[in-house]
Every structure is written in C-alpha cells, then in structure tokens.
C-alpha cells in the first residue's frame, strides 16, 4: 500500500473511532443536572385565589395530566414517542403522587425553568417563565386543595426512557430558563396585555409559531415564526402530523377569515369555520371566560401578519 493511502486510512479509522465515541459518550453519559438556587413563593389560601388557580388548572396542566379515566390528573404515559418514553405526572393529592414529593418551591421552580427536583430538565412539557407570582401561587395552592382534579390516584409511571436525539438534546440544547423574579399580572384593564398573557402562558404561541426546537420561551414573541402556524403537531390519533394554523390576522390564511364569535367557537369546542371539528389536537379551552376569549383575540389582532398558507387538515 502507498503511503499517503495507509496515512489517509488510519486517519479516517482515528475519525470514525472519534466518532463512535462521542456517540458512545452521549448515549451512556448521565443526562446533564442542575441545581439552581431556591426561589422563594407565596402560596396564598384564600378562596379566590384557589379557584382562580383551577380555572388556570383546567386550562393548562389538566389538559396534559388528565388521566385516562377521566377528571383527576393521574397522569400516564405521554402519546408521542419523538424523544423516547415519557410519562406525565401523578399531580393529584395522593401521597405517592409526584406532585407529593414536591415542594412548593420545588414546583415553582420546575414550572419556570424546566428544572425537576431531580435535577434533570423536563421535555416537551411547556415553561411558565412569563406567569406572575400571583397565579403560580394560585394554581399551586390549587393543586395542594381538594378537588375533582386533584383527588387521590395511586397511579404510579416508569422512569421516563428517552431516546438518543433526547440525549443529545439535553447535552447541547434543552437548558433551564433562569428563574423569572417578581413577575406582575398584566394590567387589567388593558385587554391586549391579557391577551398576550393568555396567549403565552397558555402555551397557545408553542403550537401555533413555526417549530418547537426554535420557540424562545424567555421572550417568546421572538420565537421563529411566532403565531405563524406551521408547526408540525401529533394529530389527537397518533395517524400523523398536521401543521398548526396561522394565527396572525392574514385576511386568507389566518384570523383574517374569523370573527371574535368563530374565533370563540374554534377555541373552546374546536368548530372551524367550514363546520368540521378540528382536530383534538387542538386543545378545546371550555372554560375560557367571554372576557378572555376577547383578550386573546384583541391581542391576536396586534400580531405582525405573516404569509404562511397553511394547507387545510383532512
Ligand atoms: C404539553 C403537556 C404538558 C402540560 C401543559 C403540563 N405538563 Fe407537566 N409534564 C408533562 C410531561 C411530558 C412530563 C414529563 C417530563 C419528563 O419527564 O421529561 C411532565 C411532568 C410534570 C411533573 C413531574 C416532574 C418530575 O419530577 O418527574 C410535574 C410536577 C408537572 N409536570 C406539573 C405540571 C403543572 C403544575 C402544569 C401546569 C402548570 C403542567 N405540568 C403542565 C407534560 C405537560
Ligand atoms: C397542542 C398544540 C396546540 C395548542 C396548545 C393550541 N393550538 Fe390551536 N390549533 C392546533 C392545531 C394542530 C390546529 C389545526 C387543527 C386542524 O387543522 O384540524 C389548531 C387550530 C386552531 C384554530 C383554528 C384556526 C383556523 O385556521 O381554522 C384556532 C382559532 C386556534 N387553534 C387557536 C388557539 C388558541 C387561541 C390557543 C391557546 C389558547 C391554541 N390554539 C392552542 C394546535 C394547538
């Protein structure tokens, strides 16, 4: 053999070896743990506070943790399979649930920065970094109360398994968001500023902008594409994805077509405009108030259009 031909082999094997090896590193290394400081939270045990926390509940948490069988948030396994096995939480009052071994600090941590108690970041479950103190506190003082979401289940999952793509992601992508200090509600009479409120703590902005991997969750309006649609989102029977719909006010391709009454209807009991239900993988937010489904529409009006056509899910 030539000589260059024996240096150019070694010196791919020494590259191919390299590569095995970063592979092996990522797949074998413990995902990476962070320990942030401990926030200080107040948890407030009054009556309006409590129910404003379940309204917040119904319309976030439970639409993930709701278990199978009905009202409680017991939890199970989570039905996309892209980053491995998952399983959402127990979240209800029993004392093996995850949500009893948390504390409240705990909790407030994990929902701003994605930081579980063990350390380790949380995947695909949206941060709240843009949620004011008074209502993190509200939905954790709700979630420690009894009620129909909250009773007890003994409902226990497996560790999650995630996949290599997960661990490469949690080793260069998926970090904390820092923890957001002292965050007002929005001021209550200005409606846009609810709007954007509901609008991104609702996680509505996560399906409805141009991909998850390019959401920026500490200032989401800089999120690619924000509101544009397109994001490709697991129809409700696993069948495929379909994109998300165009949300800024294009007069075709997005909100331009509805009124605020269309608009209503599709947000809580996913009517579309052509009388066909949308998919549920579009969540139906029920128990949305008429006041906020007005915020959200005075704030979606506001949005920069974007031309993003959007072809119509069968
Ligand atoms: C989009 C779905 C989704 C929403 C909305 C959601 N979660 Fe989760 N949650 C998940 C998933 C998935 C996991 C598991 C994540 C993992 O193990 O990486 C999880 C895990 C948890 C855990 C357990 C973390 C651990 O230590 O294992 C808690 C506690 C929790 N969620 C609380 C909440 C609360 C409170 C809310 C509402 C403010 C909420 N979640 C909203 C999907 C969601
Ligand atoms: C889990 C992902 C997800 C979340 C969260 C979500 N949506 Fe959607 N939404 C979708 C998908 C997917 C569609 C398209 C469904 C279809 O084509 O059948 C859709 C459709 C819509 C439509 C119909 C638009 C049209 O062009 O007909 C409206 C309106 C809408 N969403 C508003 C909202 C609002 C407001 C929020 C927050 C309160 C929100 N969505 C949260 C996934 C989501």
Known sequence: MKKWMKILLSTLAGLVLLLLLGAAYVNYSPVPTYKLATPTIEVPTDSASIARGEHLTALSCA?????????????????EKDLGDLYVANLTNHPNSTLSQYSDEELALLLRTGVKRNGEVALVMPRYAQMSD???????AFLRSDAPMTAPSDKQWPEREINYLA??????????????????????????EQGKYLAQNLACYHCHSADFA??????????????GGGNLILKKDGSKKIPSSNLTPHPEYGLGRYDLAGFGQAVRYGKSLNGKDLD??????????????????????????????????E
């Open 134 to 140: 008074a209502d993190l506190g509200s939905i954790i």
């Open 214 to 227: 390019t959401l920026n969750e500490a200032d989401p309006e800089q999120s690619e594409g924000y509101f």
């Open 63 to 79: 639409l993930c943790h709701r278990g199978k069988s009905g009202q409680a948030m017991e939890g199970g396994p989570w039905r």
């Open 280 to 313: 549920h993988s579009m969540p139906r937010f029920t128990n949305l108030s008429d006041q906020e489904v007005e915020a959200l529409w005075a704030y979606l009006q506001t949005l920069p259009v974007i031309e993003n056509q959007i072809a119509a899910a």
């Open 167 to 192: 661990k490469l992601l949690t080793k260069i992508a998926i970090k904390p968001l820092p923890y957001s200090e002292n965050v007002d509600n929005p001021v209550p009479d200005d409606k846009v």
